[in-house]
């Protein structure tokens, strides 16, 4: 049994192999049991990684670290540091494979390494399994989000990450859908929380879910369905070698830890040193379809949403659906010069999809090949164009994540943001390419305005989502509607509603309100959303329980942002600890007695700051 440790050891892994010669490992957590003994391995078309391994030896190589910045997001400089071992195997035909082990003191990260070692470098060995799982106690409880079938739902789109989290479930709980679970997958075990995903995967992998083993009695890595594919393109791993699989990461501590994570990015690919990054500019914009849906996408329409971007200070406006030919190439031209002279730029609106689904709306099909593309990109480029929105993607298998990375590449040679919507998790892909400033993979905001239903249950979703999907990666929820909702009955309050920008990390906050609903609300809200960032330098985790509440601070420049929201129908007293924050005065918005408005308050900070949060409520606070 070898014994591996993080840098203040209170994280340990123990590895060995079984009496089968399978390869396992067990991860405690100070006392506590975080993972019971797990299996590891794969099986490769030309060879078994799993059953009759020999250990050949393992290395201790010592702390490695990293130091980087992200353009968006929680952290803006970052440290990683971690101890690093691998496991030298070899299978029963004598073809080697090594287990990498990085422990950190807020996780734990392997990945699998098939060498060359004599073996044939051009031949494409090909992933038929990973047998990689994780055995959690059966008195953990989970936060899940089920993954969809593939080609269901509306126009067969599925699957985009775009189900509600199934809180505090027992781990043996099936997945309502059948397909098994989506990353990032929460556990806990007393006081001991843990986050499960993957890094980015490259064009030679898949990305993964969790399927849960009932013989094991523990969730193993699985691939996508068969339907998950471009047109006429793979699905499984496959490369020549040598072959270094993803990170599987697992976040570990208290719930604190959980939460300021950057185990995502902090494996992830980086960007090339040379990357030009000056056209990327984190902000907000205004967004009609949100509320407004297809009919608003005409030329005089975005122009009032141009307007209302510039006078809310915000940089961006996204044109949505259809814009082709309600409004047409021409008429976009005008309307970003226009925005322009205005301080604003245009995003505009692609569907990704072949024919992997029957979505209707368009432009469709411009992006599937490379030549395409570019000459796509390049009209965008020549418009003055900002970035764009690519929408219903067809799943996660090995041809399809080479499909995200061929856009995101010919998308920065033409200085271009991306937006993914009807998407895979974004699993640290901002690391490796910064202009793409964000991806849905969320059940967010529109889902509110198609059915109450959705609505009922935001309150718990959104408390869900800052420990769970918006841990490691950017998330698109478009967020924050002030006002009335047509044809729904909303929950939450203004004040939750406020706070929403804050609390959900994105690098473009595509906001859902209108100009008209923005008229409504007291002038001191809109001057405190004209100064508000998207890019934050650093952010701390103060109070919170997935499914309940959550309350986080966040820091631009010298001034602190503070956030909270309610997602119980109950109203909650929170003594807040905002001693970090050195300042003489600030104020704080947040819902009246009757939760019918805004009111606004001075803040003097101290050790302990008392807040109530209405039912369904939110605040937020600026220092």
């Not at 009496?19 to 993972?35: E, M």
């Not at 193993?220 to 793979?234: H, I, K, L, R, T």
């Amino acid at each position: 049994m070898e014994v591996f440790t993080g840098p203040d050891q209170n994280i340990r892994v123990e590895f060995g192999l079984s009496k089968a010669d399978s390869p396992f490992y067990r991860v405690i957590y100070g006392d506590s049991i975080v993972l019971d003994t797990s299996r590891l391995g794969v099986i490769r078309e030309d060879g078994d990684f799993y059953n009759g391994l020999s250990l050949r030896s393992v290395t201790d190589e010592g702390q490695v670290e990293d130091h980087y910045q992200l353009v968006y997001g929680k952290e803006k400089d970052i440290s990683y540091k971690a101890h690093r071992y691998v496991a030298h195997l070899e299978n029963k035909d004598g073809k080697p494979m090594d287990i990498e082990f990085q422990l950190s003191d807020d996780g734990v990260a392997f990945r699998y390494y098939f060498p060359v070692n004599g073996e044939d470098t051009k031949t494409v060995k090909k992933i038929t399994e990973e047998k990689t799982t994780y055995r959690f106690p059966p008195e953990s409880r989970a936060w899940l989000q089920p993954m969809a079938k593939a080609k269901t739902g509306w126009e067969r789109s599925n699957p985009s990450y775009e189900e509600n989290y199934l809180a505090e479930v027992s781990p043996d709980t099936p997945s309502p859908i059948g397909e098994g679970w989506v990353y990032p997958a929460l556990f806990r075990n007393g006081n001991t929380w843990a986050l499960v995903s993957e890094t980015a995967p490259e064009r030679s992998f898949c990305a993964t879910r969790l399927r849960y083993h009932e013989e094991e009695k523990a969730y193993q890595v699985s691939f996508p369905q068969e339907e998950e594919v471009f047109p006429g393109g793979g699905l499984l791993p496959e490369s020549s070698l040598p072959w270094y699989t993803p990170w599987r990461i697992i976040a570990i501590g208290d719930l604190e830890t959980i939460a300021q994570s950057t185990l995502g990015t902090d494996l992830a690919k980086p960007a090339p040193e040379d990357t030009d990054t000056s056209f990327i500019k984190p902000g907000a914009a205004s967004w009609s379809w949100a509320l407004l849906k297809d009919e608003s996408i005409t030329y005089d329409i975005q122009k009032e949403f141009i307007d209302y971007a510039s006078e809310m200070q915000w940089p961006y406006c996204l044109v949505d659906v259809n814009w082709d030919t309600t409004i047409g190439y021409d008429s976009i031209a005008e309307l970003s010069g226009y925005a322009q002279e205005k301080g604003v730029k245009l995003i505009l609106w692609y569907n990704s999809a072949g024919s992997w689904n029957t979505t209707p709306y368009h432009p469709r099909n411009q992006l599937l090949t490379a030549e395409s593309r570019q000459e796509e990109f390049r009209k965008l480029r020549d418009m003055g164009i900002a970035g764009i929105k690519v929408d219903f993607f067809g799943g996660d298998g090995r041809s399809m994540i080479a499909y995200y990375h061929d856009i995101f590449k010919d998308a920065a040679e033409y200085r271009l943001m991306v937006n993914c919507h009807g998407t895979t998790l974004p699993r640290g892909w901002q690391r490796t390419y910064p202009h793409l400033v964000t991806m849905e993979s969320v059940k967010g905001f529109e889902f509110i305005t198609f059915d109450q239903k959705n609505a009922d249950l935001a309150p718990e979703h959104c408390t869900i989502l800052p420990f769970t999907r918006n841990v490691f990666d950017p998330m698109d929820f478009t967020p924050m509607s002030l006002t009335e909702i047509p044809g729904i009955d909303r929950k939450t309050t203004k004040g939750f509603e406020l706070a929403l920008p804050v609390l959900f990390l994105s690098g473009v906050q595509h906001m859902a309100e209108t100009a008209e609903g923005m008229s409504q609300v007291p002038d001191y809200v809109k001057g405190y959303l004209k100064a508000l960032p998207t890019d934050w330098e650093t952010s701390r985790f103060i109070d919170g329980y997935p499914g309940k509440y959550a309350v986080f601070a966040r820091k631009k420049g010298e001034d602190w942002y503070v956030c909270g929201i309610n997602g119980e129908d109950s109203e909650k007293e929170l003594d807040l600890d905002l001693s970090f924050i050195h300042a003489d005065v600030g104020y704080m918005i947040t819902d009246d007695k009757e939760a019918q408005g805004f009111t606004k308050s001075d803040l003097f900070p101290s050790e302990k700051v008392s807040v109530i949060m209405q039912p369904y409520g939110g605040f937020v606070m600026k220092f």
